[in-house]
């Protein structure tokens, strides 16, 4: 309570409305930053130049600086974000291999299970590695989906698939699910008098819960012991059935640009007219439906590039594929956006184009917390002008700040459905 009552103190403490978004813009950004910089460090990555920015940054919010020095500030901030990514990629990849396109269950089987959710894949490989040969199976959900597209973590047999869709539907898939629940990241919503899970609830790392179980960060040298969720998971039933099938996923930019070829021949061909990048957060508000109205409107010429919990509003459609290429590719979560850049400037190195706007591809995008932020502010630090936002354009950004982003960047509030497949597809 203190400390967000600092921060609000801190960011309201001048009466100038422009500055104040500012910094809101760039605080929010520089937290997103640090989340993705303490998964890198997790797996032994660090760079001092992302932890001065961040310094630099905040320091710069205890004074008075001008709009054009703030501006400055908040581009270094996507050009950080761009690096700490980047550096997140490697520390992933390095560690448990190029994420391969991979079919995901969607079922469950008769053992009893322990549900993993959030983004710490250090997390994620320490359990396999303490329930292998115990009998319980280990099911992904939310973010930790991806997951299940790492070469390191597919040799595991009882990792059997993804159990549930995004954050907000915690609620009723946690009951259902009967075992235990590891939250590792900041995706933990109130659990309701009327659910059955909180004692079945496991945290870890920064996330706690009142009446949870939480799970000691690491000693020197050893890992996280998970054997009270293990032992519970052995008493427990086996996971209700809420769903079946299967799912693909694993569009990494190594895995795309394994298919460069194709889908080159298949864009000049016309099979594909255009690529879509619906990324970001997924939300419980009535709103967001605008996201999956879009992917089932589209046409079957175009290709939708994602990552994050956004992908659960498209990734169980049957929208098909374009020459064998599938008309969803999800890159992972939401830091693996960085992917999706990636694969739109080798797009653009392949195609001969100096102006990464010039690619067939437009942004649609679902924002909603710190890492979408410092996700938005790298788009805008490689350049890329015409995103939509929404459901709407975050509330901190005063109107002089949103004409410099829509004068620079063409950035504009989404639209209707009908709208805006019409504008993305005339490259607007």
Request: net charge negative; with cysteine; aromatic share 8%.
């Amino acid at each position: 309570m203190a400390k967000a009552k600092a921060d609000e103190v801190r960011l309201t403490a001048t009466t100038d409305e422009d500055v104040r978004s500012l910094r809101s813009l760039l605080t929010f950004g520089c937290k997103g930053i640090a989340a993705y910089a303490e998964h890198a460090a997790i797996l032994g990555f660090e760079r001092d130049d992302i932890y001065g920015f961040l310094m630099e940054a905040l320091a710069s919010t205890t004074k008075y600086l001008s709009t054009d020095d703030m501006v400055a500030l908040v581009m270094k901030a996507g050009e950080t974000a761009v690096d700490t990514m980047a550096l997140l990629d490697e520390a992933n990849t390095t560690t448990y291999g190029h994420p391969e396109m991979t079919e995901v269950n969607l079922g469950v089987r008769d053992n009893p299970g322990i549900l993993i959710s959030g983004h710490d894949l250090k997390d994620m490989e320490e359990l396999l590695k303490q329930t292998e040969g115990t009998g319980v199976d280990v099911y992904t959900h939310g973010e930790m989906l991806p997951a299940n597209y790492y070469p390191a973590f597919k040799k595991y047999r009882h990792l059997v698939g993804n159990y549930g869709s995004s954050w907000w539907h915690q609620n009723e898939e946690f009951d259902a699910f009967n075992g235990p629940l590891i939250l590792t990241t900041n995706c933990l919503i109130p659990v309701r008098k009327e659910n059955t899970y909180l004692d079945r609830l496991f945290t870890a790392g920064a996330v706690s819960y009142p009446g949870a179980k939480h799970i000691p960060n690491r000693p020197n040298g050893g890992m996280k012991d998970f054997s009270a969720a293990v032992a519970l998971a052995k008493t427990c039933p086996a996971p209700k059935v809420i769903e079946s099938g299967k799912i693909v996923g694993g569009f990494g930019h190594n895995q795309v640009l394994a298919l460069a070829d194709k889908v080159i021949a298949a864009v000049k061909s016309g099979a594909i007219k255009r690529f879509i990048v619906m990324a970001g957060c997924d939300g419980r508000h009535k709103t967001r439906s605008y996201f999956t109205e879009v992917a089932e409107k589209l046409s079957k010429d175009t290709v939708i590039l994602t990552a994050g919990c956004a992908k659960y509003r498209y990734n169980k459609l049957p929208l098909g594929d374009i020459d064998g290429i599938p008309r969803v590719l999800d890159a992972g979560q939401c830091n693996d956006s960085y992917s999706l850049a990636v694969i739109a400037l080798k797009l653009k190195e392949a195609f001969g184009l100096k102006d990464i706007n010039e690619l067939p591809i437009s942004f649609d995008i679902a924002w909603y917390e710190q890492k979408a932020v410092a996700v938005l502010l790298a788009l805008l630090y490689l350049g890329v002008k015409g995103m939509r936002l929404g459901p709407t354009l975050p509330g901190f950004l005063s109107p002089n700040v949103v004409k410099v982003l829509v004068d620079k960047f063409a950035i504009t509030p989404i639209g209707t459905a009908e709208e805006d497949i019409a504008a993305m597809m005339a490259g607007r």
